[in-house]
């Protein structure tokens, strides 16, 4: 363990599964408490922080369902609790904005009920979190919101996602500029392809994935871990400079 981390706090959504388990594992691997959240995955959300807990981290869970934005501030009133618990204070270092929902809606198969569910998990919440934050966040604490790299280029099958993250790189920079007066740093982190259960139906189709693989300069399917280490990057005082931006993760696709 690097201890780069060590003392501060950090609160990762959607922690049971894929990219926010291994950005949660990699920010406890670096020292930090962690708090996650998930939504039905609870048995995946236990096993996460038991994984954490025997590589020699501090790690806990919370249930959040965060289609209803209004259980947001519920969800801060219990994090206080565990962190004062934990560490004696509810101050918060690291926000990471990371759960999503299925995305693949297009003109064709959306139904305005799949356009609130999408928008309001990856794009009004991530707001939301951040508001209710506020009061705990550190001065110099960290935001990392999960973006796509379908933000900049879109996919009509998935084209609701495609705008709702490009609302994400937007609600970035603004927040960016919003908080820099605490030195709170706001970027986003935009995964390309990347080995999770989001694109599994993808990856059963073998032309594909080679499809991919050669569009991606690097040559594979990302790993959850190659995003992890972006966000860790940002959440660590090496990233201190680094604020506004969204950054893609993506092995170089479709350079
Ligand atoms: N995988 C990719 O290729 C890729 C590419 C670009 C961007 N991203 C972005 O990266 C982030 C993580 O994606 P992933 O691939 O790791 O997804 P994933 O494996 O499907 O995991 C999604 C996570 O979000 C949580 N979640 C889903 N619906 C929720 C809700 N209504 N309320 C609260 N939490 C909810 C899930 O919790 P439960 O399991 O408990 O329900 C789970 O922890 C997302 O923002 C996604 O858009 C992924």
């Known amino acids: 363990m690097s201890q780069a ?119 009004r919440a991530p707001f939301f979190m951040v508001q209710s934050a506020l009061s705990r966040l550190s001065d110099g604490g960290r ?18 996602y495609s705008a709702a993250k490009a609302a994400i790189n937007t609600l970035t920079h603004a927040l960016a500029m919003e908080l820099g007066s605490r030195g709170i740093t706001v970027n986003a982190v935009a995964p390309g392809w990347t080995r999770t259960d989001m694109n599994a139906a993808v990856r059963e189709n073998a032309d594909m994935v080679k499809g991919i693989e050669a569009d991606t300069a690097l040559g594979r399917f990302g790993e959850p871990s190659d995003i992890a280490a972006v966000a860790a990057f940002l959440a660590s005082d090496d990233g201190r400079w680094v604020t506004g931006q969204v950054i893609e993760a993506s092995g170089g696709y479709r350079l």
């Open 143 to 160: 935001i990392i919101n999960l973006s796509s790299g379908l933000s900049t280029r879109p996919q009509p099958a998935a084209a609701i």
């Open 5 to 123: 981390l060590h003392g501060k706090t950090a609160l990762v959504t959607g922690g049971s599964r894929g990219i926010g388990r291994a950005i949660a594992e990699r920010l406890a691997a670096d020292g930090a408490t962690v708090a996650i959240t998930y939504n039905a995955s609870r048995a995946g959300a236990e096993e996460a922080v038991a994984a954490m807990g025997k590589a020699g981290g501090a790690a806990f869970a919370l249930q959040a369902d965060l289609l209803d934005a209004g259980s947001i501030p519920a969800l801060f009133d219990e994090l206080d609790r565990e962190l004062a618990e934990r560490t004696g204070g509810k101050a918060l270092d690291i926000l990471v904005n990371n759960a999503g929902n299925p995305g693949w809606a297009g003109l064709s198969d959306a139904t305005p009920d799949a356009w609130d569910a999408i928008v309001a998990v990856h794009a």
